[in-house]
């Protein structure tokens, strides 16, 4: 099994910065990638940026250039980050962390809410 840890959220001004984070622990090894995604009231979840095993990252068109995410490994755990970076009011959403293991299982944290303000 593998535990998700999610943290980083808060209320920022626009243009301002946060970085999430989210440690995986347990059976790390079945993991093949994870990412985050975000849901603001009323709207589907969207993936918003995803790294794989062999460091192959795909960014959502809509925070091209403004958040970065990266993944750093230990012994026993995967901490995978979002720097977001220039934020927007339109940022505002819960943001969740994504763990997709081999075999096509899919695991979510509890999410963590970020708010911009204009």
């Known amino acids: 099994q593998v535990q998700l840890v999610e943290s980083g959220g808060g209320l920022v001004q626009a243009g301002g910065s946060l970085r999430l984070s989210c440690v995986a622990s347990?059976?790390?090894?079945?993991?093949?990638?994870m990412g985050w995604h975000r849901q603001a009231p009323g709207q589907e979840r969207e993936l918003v940026a995803r790294i794989t095993r062999d460091d192959t990252t795909t960014i959502a068109d809509s925070v091209k250039g403004r958040f970065t995410i990266s993944r750093d490994n230990a012994e026993n755990t995967v901490t995978v980050y979002l720097l977001m970076n220039s934020l927007k009011p339109e940022d505002t959403a819960d943001y969740y962390c994504?763990?997709?293991?081999?075999?096509?299982?899919?695991?979510w944290g509890k999410g963590t809410p970020v708010t911009v303000s204009s």
């Open positions: 347990g059976s790390v090894f079945r993991i093949w990638s």
């Open positions: 994504e763990v997709v293991q081999y075999g096509a299982n899919i695991l």
